[in-house]
Structure formats: C-alpha cells, structure tokens
C-alpha cells in the first residue's frame, strides 16, 4: 500500500519570496511522483510528474521538484512566487506497476501575500 | 486537444431528483474516471472505466451509478442523493499504458439539499 504525507497544511509566504512545500511518501513498490496544482473552484491541473531518469524535474509555471529515494521525498520548490500562485497543492503518486489508482495527499495551500 | 470537458459546471438537486452528470474528452484515452472531491480534501477515486467497462469501483453506493457510452463519453447518473454527497466532482481521462498520466476536467460542483 501507497500513502502519501503533505507535511504542511498551508504555507503562507511573500509575492516574490521563494516556497517549498514539502511531501514525503511511503511504498512498498516503486511508484511515479506528481504535484497538481487546483486554483479556487477549478479542477487538477498536472504541474510536474517523476516518471524515470534525472532526479530534478521542471514543470510549468516555473515549478521544480526533486525526488529523492533516500529519503522518500518530492519536495517542490520555485524560486520567487507570484500572486497568481495561490491555489492548492496536492502531492500524489502511483503504482509503477501499473493500475489506475493515484494515492493523494492531503494537500498544501499556498497564500501568497502582496 | 488535452481537454476534459464536463457539464454543468454547477447543480442544485433535491434528495428526490434524478440528474446525470457528463464528461467529455477527445483525446483518444480509453481510461475515465470519476473521482469525488470534499471540501478541503484530496480527490478520492470513485470509479474507473477501461475500454468502456467499469474496472473499479470503489465501493460507492448504488445512489451513484457511472455509464460509458462510447470512448469518448462517461456520465454519472445520480438519483436519491444525500445531503452529505455535495462535494466537487471530477472526471479525467489517461492513455491505456500510461494510466499514471491523468487529465482532469474542471469538475461539477453539486449541491444536494
């Protein structure tokens, strides 16, 4: 069984300051990593997925994350936020296996502030 | 195109009323989903289609009952709805063989009164 923990319920932080928000998870297996990002009232959109290869991956809106096995992590960062990144941030991941189920964690918010 | 569509956006019903919620891609993806999502809370999985058969089903109560007509299509019917059944609810879609990949639509946002 999959579980993932979002170590932070809310972050906030200033426009242009830089965030990381944090996710740990737990396999027995080897699994795929994401981060969604939902803005208010909208659905998921994928923001960076780890499938396989280098360990830093880039995403849009300016989004990275590192996977790191050692320490079953998939911390995601960017560098200077604006305040259009407000929104929630879900961590999740998935059976390399295969199968159709994406464990998600419970999610982050971000606050950016003027 | 990598949209997921998904009408309406928002519905009103009462604990009587019979409504269907509907989802659309036309991306060729023959996985779709139906997930449920609370306030405050991650997305749970509800139900899964596969080449337009039900492949999972998390245990959802009968109130709810999915439908696949064709590739492209997946609908929720709902009928005898609780209050606590107001949530957002989202579909997606992904490739067979990269089920990992899910796109999802922007959700109908039900409230059952």
């Known amino acids: 069984a999959q579980s993932v923990t979002q170590l932070d319920s809310q972050v906030p932080v200033f426009e242009e300051a830089p965030v990381e928000l944090r996710c740990n998870y737990s396999s027995s297996v080897s699994v795929y990593l994401f981060w969604y990002v939902q803005y208010p009232n909208q659905g998921l959109q994928l923001l960076l997925k780890?499938?396989?290869?280098?360990?830093l991956v880039k995403g849009i809106n300016g989004f990275e994350a590192e996977f790191n096995k050692s320490q079953t992590s998939f911390h995601l960062r960017k560098p200077s936020v604006h305040i259009s990144d407000t929104a929630e941030y879900f961590c999740a991941v998935s059976d390399r296996g295969g199968g159709f189920k994406t464990i998600f964690g419970a999610g982050t918010r971000l606050f950016v502030k003027a | 195109d990598t949209e997921v569509t998904q009408t309406p956006k928002h519905l009103v019903m009462g604990m009587t009323n019979k409504k269907s919620l509907k989802c659309e891609q036309h991306?060729?993806?023959?996985?779709m989903y139906w997930y449920k999502q609370k306030a405050k809370k991650p997305p749970e999985l509800m139900f899964v289609?596969?080449?337009?058969?039900?492949?999972i089903n998390e245990s959802v109560p009968s109130r709810f009952s999915p439908e696949c007509p064709n590739s492209s299509l997946l609908n929720l019917h709902l009928h005898a709805l609780q209050p606590e059944d107001s949530a957002l609810y989202l579909c997606?879609?992904?490739?067979?063989?990269?089920?990992?990949?899910?796109?999802f639509g922007p959700g109908t946002r039900l409230l059952v009164l």
């Open positions: 991306m060729g993806h023959r996985a």
């Open positions: 780890y499938l396989s290869g280098s360990t």
């Open positions: 997606a879609s992904s490739q067979l063989g990269k089920e990992e990949t899910q796109y």
């Open positions: 289609y596969s080449y337009e058969k039900l492949s």
